[in-house]
């Protein structure tokens, strides 16, 4: 029911019941019982049998953003970054098999390149999303794997051995950078954020500045504190369970 949401965009702010259900598979009696649900929880808006968004959803962001552990953690360390550095900084983490913005920091230069919060980054183009998919799980990684190179996505590589060893090396390294993988003239370096007692991480920490104002960093050093940056943020994201004895 919740992926009628999903349906929504720029090029679709509304449409009918019927629309709805001939996009989604569903029969109009599931349909209608499905739209109205979602009225009435205020997720979508019904305006003479045209939907669209409901207001709710805006008071649930906003909610988000007060709550959430990880930008509670992450803003202030992503403001300090941003700062002694003068790049734009953002903060993402992965929802399904969705690698997605949960909080942009502008930098002085304001480079204005749509990483937006909620904007959808590419699975594997890009650092962003390159350090969260190579801590996963050697089994997990292989699923994503498969079920994207069914789909023809060419953004994974079509051979997996070099595709484990493509993630070792940003494991072991710490940090990743891409070269205009996303915006020609920019670059983009990140680090992961540790999920607790997790080897796995769902999420990362990224600065990104154009080739010009990139080139003046040691590139080594700023991976290094763009690292411990995320394992601080992770620290304070997700605190250590007490183990009961």
């Known amino acids: 029911m919740l992926s009628i949401l999903d349906l929504f965009s720029s090029t679709a702010m509304s449409m009918t019941a019927e629309a709805i259900a001939e996009r989604m598979g569903f029969t109009r009696t599931t349909c209608y019982r499905y739209v109205k649900e979602l009225t009435e929880a205020g997720l979508l808006n019904n305006a003479n049998g045209v939907y669209s968004l409901g207001a709710r959803i805006i008071n649930l962001d906003r909610k988000m953003r007060e709550s959430d552990p990880l930008l509670q953690a992450g803003i202030p360390e992503l403001k300090k970054l941003v700062r002694s550095t003068g790049g734009e900084g953002l903060i993402s983490t ?9 909080h942009h ?18 699975l594997m183009r890009g650092a962003s999303s390159k350090v969260i998919i190579a801590t996963m799980s050697r089994a997990r990684l292989k699923r994503l794997f498969d079920r994207h190179l069914l789909a023809e996505d060419p953004a994974l590589t079509e051979d997996w051995p070099t595709l484990w060893r ?14 205009e993988e996303l915006h020609k003239g920019h670059v983009g370096i990140s680090a992961p954020i540790p999920s607790g007692d997790s080897s796995e991480a769902t999420s ?3 600065l990104v500045f154009r080739r010009e104002h990139y080139a003046l960093f040691n590139e080594s050093a700023l991976g290094s504190a763009l690292a411990a940056a995320g394992r601080t943020i992770g620290r304070k994201a997700y605190p250590a369970m007490p183990h009961r004895s």
Do not use: A, K
Request: charged fraction near 15%.
């Open 94 to 102: 992965m929802y399904d098999e969705q690698i997605i913005n949960i």
């Open 204 to 206: 990362s920490m990224t």
């Open 105 to 122: 920091e502008s930098g002085p230069e304001r480079l204005n390149l749509g990483f937006s919060r909620g904007q959808v980054m590419p």
């Open 166 to 179: 493509y993630c070792q090396q940003i494991i072991q390294q710490g940090y990743w950078v891409s070269h």
